[in-house]
């Protein structure tokens, strides 16, 4: 039913840390007796001897740290759209009421700099 690259993508996954089982279970669906029986099979980590044991705790501590840096990202991501849209309209105001248009146009030449003035 599944091919050995997928079990061996999967159990890669895993031993990388970026995945628990669970995760694995939920994002593939394929049920988790399976997938720790591809663990068994195809683990390198299995295959030098190690025994592959899977933290719960650590597991779903890590994926509690990620959701919440996820949206701690997202209110970023919210706070700077408020900025874009507060200069959009600051410089839409500017155009309006000064008759200065501020935007950037990207036809507009490169400026040479300035003549050379004396100081006083």
């Known amino acids: 039913m599944f091919t050995e690259g997928f079990k061996r993508e999967l159990v890669s996954l895993f031993e990388q840390g970026r995945f628990s089982v669970k995760q694995l279970e939920r994002l593939y669906g394929v049920s988790f007796s399976i997938i ?18 899977e933290n719960k705790q650590s597991s779903s501590t890590k994926l509690k740290a990620l959701e919440q840096r996820i949206k701690e990202l997202e209110q970023m991501v919210g706070q700077k759209q408020i900025k874009i849209e507060f200069y959009e309209k600051m410089m839409e105001i500017a155009k309006d009421q000064f008759d200065m248009d501020i935007k950037k146009k990207l036809s507009t030449p490169r400026s040479t700099g300035t003549d050379n003035t004396p100081k006083q």
């Open 36 to 53: 720790y029986r591809w663990i068994y099979k195809y683990s390198l980590l299995n295959q030098k001897g190690y025994r592959v044991v």
